[in-house]
């Protein structure tokens, strides 16, 4: 699954790291409603924009090792 953040609307009154923890949260809580403890999750989180930043992320673990404080 391929999953673009936009920046929050000039109207929110999220500053960017904010943003950015609330639409963790969110995917996370989405993504994993549905799959069992004992499932494998990877991620892998680009900058589209810098393409020369590296990717950071984490290798596959089980769902159960996985929440947003992870991330």
Known sequence: M????NP???TSLHDPVTHF???VNNLCDHVLEN??????????IQNE??????PIGFNFRRTD???PDVI
């Open 65 to 67: 090792q996985l929440s």
């Open 35 to 44: 799959v069992g403890d004992a499932e494998m999750v990877g991620i892998i």
């Open 49 to 54: 924009v810098n393409q020369s930043d590296k």
């Open 8 to 10: 929050p609307p000039e």
């Open 21 to 23: 923890v609330d639409s």
């Open 2 to 5: 391929e999953v673009s953040l």
